[in-house]
């Protein structure tokens, strides 16, 4: 059989473009803002990860475009050999001492970060526990290592000790949970995960992509949020999101991170960061940490809009944080999610889809989020529409 023969057989995706609800690859014509140009219109923008809307600083834009005239536009290796500037060093140090943390290793994304942390820390011998409902660069990481991977229902302590229970003496074991879960904005119960960690001798890593600069101390994420920064061995982190860039990081104790630099496959056999992805997000590291206000901003803006979809009988997924920028939308069945999201684009606002699987059926969502630059006039003229276009679509 021809191994592309898969890709001409009919697809969903055929019959979502044949109907004109196809959600994907709007390509933006501007900076990524609260306010875009999109394929030739003005949109609201609901679906960026840019918390607190530094993408457009002139700050970090400045410290990339340096960085690109000093260093030039790439460091054309690995950071084992070649590939190692003064600008990662300067940036991990700086990140490790925000997170109070013994040290911090970086990755050219965020995806090969959980790629490289989890293959390199879960041995043969090991057990890996995820919550089912972790980033799916977390389950790659899984796959991508030699240790026996569990998996417990989503917040659900029961069954996370049970795996726990499960775990032979002969091997270590690594619960890995989300910190702010990236579909349903909810936060992982992460006192119980670590009182359970303690219990049996387990490690705990926390994916924070959604939690820095978002929650906690100054943004420093769910472990500072709950007061667990010396309980939570491994952070794991993006610049992608609140620091406006490209990259990740882990964050954890020095000699583990030693450990780590020197048997990472993800990390030895990639490129480093640019130089200007570099600048970037150390730049939106010190102006975050200059301005602790800025999460609480941003939070500010995401009470606001969830009191504004209740105003209106908007039902949203509950279960999350109020004060989280992440607000998921029931739209229930699948084609009509396709539906309402394209409206919502026609008229003006761009949020996400959330279809099976990352959703349960008959579960669907459209997915908004927040940065702190958006006004509350911005997100009441969103909202208006969001409501007006679920009542149509009888949501």
Known sequence: MDIFEKFFRPQLVDQVREANVYPY???????????????????????????????????????????YEQYGSGCSGSRFLNGTLELHIELEKELAKFLRKGDVITFSTGFQSNLGIISAVVGKNDTVIMDRENHASLYDGCRLSYGTMLRYRHNNMEELEKCLQRVPETGGALIVTDGVFSMGGDIAKLPEICALAEKYGARVMVDDAHGLGVIGEGGRGTASYFGLEDKVDIYMGTFSK??????????????????????????????????????????????????????????????????????RNVKMRSGGGEQIPIIPIYTYEMFRTLQVTT???????????????????????IRTSLMATHTHALIDEAVDIIAEVL????V
């Open 391 to 394: 009542k149509e679509y009888e």
């Open 25 to 67: 690859f709007h390509a933006l014509e501007s900076r990524q803002d609260t306010e875009v140009i999109m394929e030739g219109k003005r949109r609201i923008m609901l679906g960026s990860n840019n918390y607190l809307g530094l993408t457009t600083n002139p700050d970090v834009i400045a410290a990339g475009i340096r960085a």
């Open 242 to 311: 609140s620091l406006a860039s490209l990259g990740g990081y882990m964050a954890a104790d020095a000699r583990v991170i030693d450990g780590v630099k020197h048997i990472c496959r993800p990390f030895i056999f990639s490129a480093s960061m640019t130089p200007a992805n570099a600048a970037s997000a150390l730049a939106a590291l010190r102006i975050l940490e200059a301005h602790p206000e800025l999460p609480e901003t941003l939070q500010e803006r995401a009470l606001y809009m969830r009191q504004a979809l209740r105003d």
């Open 343 to 365: 409206e919502l684009y026609n008229r003006g606002v761009y949020v996400n889809s959330s279809l099976p699987p990352a959703v349960k059926e008959n579960e669907c969502l």
